[in-house]
């Protein structure tokens, strides 16, 4: 099929002056104009490319600003989601994380120091198992152990499990810290653990994060790892911003 096409883009994009006339072109001829147009100038693409990713940042900031403002209560005041710190602390920190996540076991010291330092900060743990299955039986199993009054304790304790985390090793960490098995296994099938592993990976998306660990502090977003003094920044911001 022929239509009529103006030649004043691929003109432009060749750099030659722009005839004032319309020129019928086939299909082909537009895709060889603009491969010739490339050839001949290849920041083209590296300016679309430019564009495009602008335009996706400017897309992912819209879309994580507007989840941090319809979500915030899920986020900081989630029921069945786990909490630590002061309960009443003027700033909660967020913290998406996977048991088999070196990242996030590094990241596990940095927030216990910036809890030992700042007395008036909360941390809410969203469980996101993302990297195997031993992860998400490891998530199960710690959300479980919420009914038996020992999550903290077995969260740290998978955070400190030297090696993968998967059934087995998760099991025998949960003996370890006195949790009874059966009791653990029964509760690890409970419709509130589902909705908080859920709820955490809708959470997840629409604010953009793809890895683990990642933080929400007020309305500062940190995917990937951060030391102590970054955290305590991030708090001091949220602290400014109330």
């Known amino acids: 099929m022929r239509r009529a096409f103006g ?31 490339i050839l001949e100038n290849p920041q083209i693409v ?11 940042a400017e897309a992912t900031a819209k879309a994580q600003a507007e989840t941090l403002s319809g979500q915030r209560n899920l986020l900081e005041n989630d029921p069945n989601a786990p909490e630590i710190g002061n309960p009443d602390g003027d ?14 076991k590094r990241a596990a010291a940095e927030v216990a120091r910036l809890l030992d330092k700042d007395k ?7 469980e996101w198992p993302i990297l195997s299955e031993g992860s998400v039986v490891a998530a199960r199993a710690s959300l479980a152990a919420r009914n038996q009054g020992k999550y903290q304790e077995f969260h740290e304790a998978l955070m400190g499990l030297k090696g993968r985390a998967d059934e087995a090793s998760v099991m025998r960490t949960a003996k370890d810290v006195g949790l009874d098995l059966d009791q653990l296994r029964a509760d690890m099938e409970a419709p509130e653990i589902d909705e908080h592993l859920q709820t955490t ?27 102590l003094s970054e955290l305590e920044a991030m708090v001091e911001q949220a602290r400014s911003e109330e």
Not at 46 to 56: G, P, S, T
Not at 91 to 104: A, I, S
Not at 120 to 126: A, E, G, L, P
Not at 208 to 219: E, L, R, Y
């Open 7 to 37: 030649i004043g883009l691929v003109a432009l994009a060749l750099g030659s002056a722009v005839p004032s006339y319309a020129v019928e072109f086939t299909e082909e001829d537009i895709k060889r104009l603009a491969l010739e147009a």
């Open 91 to 104: 700033v909660t920190v967020v913290e998406f994380f996977d048991y088999n996540c070196p990242f996030c």
């Open 201 to 227: 990976a809708a959470l997840a998306q629409q604010l953009g994060f793809n890895g683990t660990p990642s933080f929400v502090i007020g309305n500062g977003l940190a995917p990937g790892f951060v030391e």
């Open 46 to 56: 590296l300016d679309a490319v430019a564009i495009l990713r602008e335009r996706e």
């Open 120 to 126: 008036n900060v909360r941390v809410v743990y969203r």
